[in-house]
C-alpha cells in the first residue's frame, strides 16, 4: 500500500488529538484504504503512532457477478459491503442467505456439488478442521441467526475466500465455459458455411 493522504504534523502536535486517520491506496486495485491510528507519544518536532491500526473501510471486494443468479447476487453484494466496513458478524449472516440463495437456485443436489467444492478447497489451503468448522457452519448449516458462530477478522477474511471460490466453482466457471463454446460454435458454424458456399 502507497500513502495518499496523511494529516500534517504540526497540526497533530498543537491539537494532540488520541487518534489520527490516514489514507493509503491499495497498490493492487487502486482503491483507497481508510486506517486509524492511535497515537503513543508526542515530541516537539514528531508524532509516534501505534503500530497496530483499525482498518475502517475495506477495498470492494471484486466478483465476477454476472454469472451469478440474481437473488444471489444482491445478496453476496451486501454481503461484501459488510466485509468492507469490517461488519464480520453481519457479513457471516449474509454468506449464509448468499450460500442459501445458491443452494436453490443450483437445484436437486446442489448443496451437495457446493459443499464438495468448499472440501476441496479447505483441502487444497491446507486449512485445519477446528479453523474451517465456523465456515461450515455458516455456509451450510441452515438454523436461527443467533446460532451463527461469531467471526474475528481471520475467520471472515478465510469465509469470503471461501465462499468466492464456492461461488466461481458452481456458477462462474460454467458460465464463463458455456459462453467460450458457444463463441467456438458460431466460428465453427461460420466457417463451415464460407467454405459450402466457396466450393
Known amino acids: 500500500m ?4 496523511v494529516p500534517d504534523p504540526g497540526r497533530i502536535i498543537e491539537t494532540r488529538p488520541k ?27 514528531r508524532v509516534e503512532l501505534y503500530r497496530n491500526f483499525v482498518e475502517l473501510e475495506r477495498p470492494k471486494e471484486r466478483f465476477a457477478f454476472s454469472y451469478l443468479p440474481k437473488h444471489t447476487d444482491v445478496l453476496f453484494r451486501e454481503a461484501l459491503s459488510c466485509y468492507s466496513g469490517n461488519n464480520f458478524n453481519a457479513f457471516a449472516s449474509m454468506c449464509r442467505r448468499s ?7 443450483l437445484g436437486e443436489g446442489g448443496k451437495l456439488r457446493a459443499f464438495d467444492e468448499v472440501m476441496i478447497a479447505q483441502d487444497i489451503a491446507g486449512i485445519d478442521d477446528d479453523s474451517f468448522a465456523p465456515i461450515k457452519e455458516i455456509l451450510f448449516e441452515f438454523g436461527e441467526e443467533e446460532e451463527l458462530p461469531l467471526l474475528n477478522r481471520v475467520q471472515a477474511g478465510i469465509l469470503l475466500e471461501v465462499l468466492k471460490d ?17 463463441v467456438r460454435r458460431f466460428f465453427v458454424q461460420d466457417g463451415s458455411g464460407d467454405l459450402a458456399s466457396s466450393a
Do not use: E, N
Open 2 to 5: 502507497s500513502p495518499q493522504a
Open 19 to 45: 487518534h489520527v486517520g490516514l489514507v493509503y491506496q491499495c497498490d493492487s486495485c487502486r482503491a483507497p484504504v481508510f486506517l486509524r491510528f492511535a497515537i503513543k507519544s508526542f515530541d516537539d518536532d
Open 99 to 105: 450460500a442459501y440463495s445458491a443452494f436453490t437456485a
Open 166 to 182: 464456492m461461488f466461481y466453482q458452481c456458477f462462474v466457471r460454467r458460465g464463463k465455459l458455456t459462453r467460450a463454446l458457444k
